[in-house]
């Protein structure tokens, strides 16, 4: 069994940047693939990124060049660095994680990117 608990969401002004965390309750060393979904109202749940136990991440395009996945194995938790933020990236932010073959997810942090 895994826990993620994800901090670090908001309320932010677009063009501006927020870094999400998420802990997990086990060592990253041991889960497959971590990452982010989002899921804004009335929208189906979308990959953000995602970072592999190598360190190879996937990045949905929409967000290329603006956001970072990163994973400090020592600390058990994946961040999420968002700048150059969008109201369009307003959304609630999940954390991901498969132990091959079970997902587990967060409970979800609320980003909210005003105009």
């Known amino acids: 069994q895994v826990q993620l608990v994800e901090s670090g969401g908001g309320l932010v002004q677009a063009g501006g940047s927020l870094r999400l965390s998420c802990a997990a309750s086990?060592?990253?060393?041991?889960?497959?693939?971590m990452g982010w979904f989002r899921q804004a109202p009335g929208k189906q749940r979308e990959l953000v990124a995602v970072?592999?136990?190598?360190?190879?991440?996937n990045y949905a395009d929409s967000v290329k060049g603006r956001i970072t996945i990163s994973r400090d194995n020592a600390k058990n938790t994946v961040y999420l660095q968002m700048n150059s933020l969008k109201p369009e990236d307003t959304a609630v932010y999940y954390c991901?994680?498969?132990?091959?073959?079970?997902?587990?997810w967060g409970q979800g942090t609320q980003v909210t990117v005003s105009s």
């Open positions: 086990v060592s990253i060393r041991r889960i497959n693939v």
């Open positions: 970072i592999d136990s190598l360190g190879t991440t």
């Open positions: 991901y994680a498969r132990v091959i073959p079970v997902s587990y």
